[in-house]
């Protein structure tokens, strides 16, 4: 299932409301959010190799979307810790997964890879969030069941 995207995102944006949104296109099955990018030359913080910062927001997304699935209700994240292990290169997709491991009182807890096409893992985190935005959730996923229907 593709989850729903808010047009002026910077990470799952349309670019013709935000020219700066990555455009990243997210999917759930069975527990589990998925996305693939390919980073461009804006996105290195050095040459050939992608800025950390793209690779931390990649992790958030997915891990909200994780987290908001399980909540049903749409997540703010409370804390996100990101270990980078190896680059990653401009131009190489990536594949960025995001599950549920848990929770601590009212926060889900979200574990997270980026890997390369291989299954290398380049960078993972964990994070805690907060299911916020219930309404929002309900109207979201209702207009998403009527544009399947359409």
Not at 20 to 25: M, N, T, V, Y
Not at 26 to 37: H, K, L, N, P
Not at 96 to 124: H, K, Y
Request: with cysteine; glycine share 8%; net charge neutral.
């Amino acid at each position: 299932m593709e989850l729903p995207r808010y047009p002026g995102c910077f990470v799952c944006g349309d670019s013709e409301e935000n020219p700066a949104a990555l455009g990243l296109r997210c999917f759930f099955e069975d527990g589990v959010v998925q996305a693939s990018f390919v980073p461009r030359e804006e996105h290195a913080g050095y040459p050939g190799i992608v800025h950390g910062g793209i690779l931390a927001s990649l992790l958030d997304e997915a891990s909200i979307w994780a987290a908001s699935m399980a909540a049903q209700a749409l997540c703010v994240t409370r804390s996100l810790e990101v270990e980078y292990l190896r680059p990653a290169k401009v131009g190489k997709t990536l594949e960025i997964r995001a599950w549920v491991v848990g929770r601590e009182g009212r926060f889900l807890c979200v574990q997270a890879t980026v890997e390369d096409p291989s299954g290398e893992v380049l960078a993972r985190s964990k994070g805690s969030f907060l299911p916020r935005f219930r309404r929002e959730w309900a109207r979201l996923f209702r207009s998403l069941k009527e544009t399947q229907k359409e």
